[in-house]
């Protein structure tokens, strides 16, 4: 289940408010079902001074696969405050040819992305950012 993040009261507790804060947090394992509108939810040790029963309001079913889900601690943020990514491999290899000039481009699986989920990048631009793929 994700948990729905609700501005009670003014309290900040999720991190970044305004536009860009989260609406849903999880998933989370519920572990067992209070009457007939409520839910007990397993939450994580740093959110311990939160009560683990919420209403069904509050909470949504988790469409994501266990393995598609990535914790925040592995989530890493620059200055600018967007998301970095690594790339984990590259799967192929091709070139496509232009008018003057051929360019070679790579297909890559980025870290916490699984299945159809990879991208054809240059591999020139893939050489300047990550040299140590090619090494």
Same mark, same amino acid.
């Given at each position: &289940? &994700?948990?729905?993040? %609700?501005?009670?009261?003014? @309290? *900040?507790?999720?991190?970044? =408010?305004?536009?860009? %804060? ?8 519920? +572990?067992? =079902? ?6 007990? +939810?397993? +939450?994580?040790?740093? &959110? ?15 469409? !994501?696969?266990?393995?598609? @889900? *990535?914790? $925040?601690? /592995? *989530?890493?943020?620059? /200055? ?9 491999? *590259?799967?192929? =290899?091709?070139?496509? !040819?232009?008018? $003057?000039?051929?360019?070679? &481009? ?6 916490? $992305?699984?299945? %159809? ?6 591999? #020139? #631009?893939?050489?300047? =950012?990550?040299? $140590?793929?090619?090494?």
């Amino acid at each position: &289940m &994700m948990l729905k993040v %609700s501005p009670w009261k003014g @309290v *900040i507790r999720f991190g970044k =408010r305004g536009k860009l %804060s989260p609406r849903f947090l999880g998933p989370f394992k519920v +572990l067992a =079902r209070v009457g007939l509108q409520a839910y007990k +939810l397993e +939450l994580p040790p740093e &959110m311990a001074e939160i009560h683990h029963t919420f209403h069904v309001c509050y909470l949504r079913k988790c469409l !994501a696969e266990e393995e598609s @889900v *990535i914790p $925040h601690s /592995e *989530i890493r943020v620059d /200055e600018n405050n967007r998301c970095v990514e690594e790339p984990e491999a *590259i799967l192929d =290899r091709k070139t496509k !040819a232009l008018r $003057h000039k051929d360019i070679v &481009m790579v297909k890559v699986q980025w870290k916490h $992305h699984r299945g %159809s989920n990879v991208t054809w990048e240059t591999e #020139d #631009d893939l050489r300047r =950012r990550y040299p $140590h793929l090619f090494a």
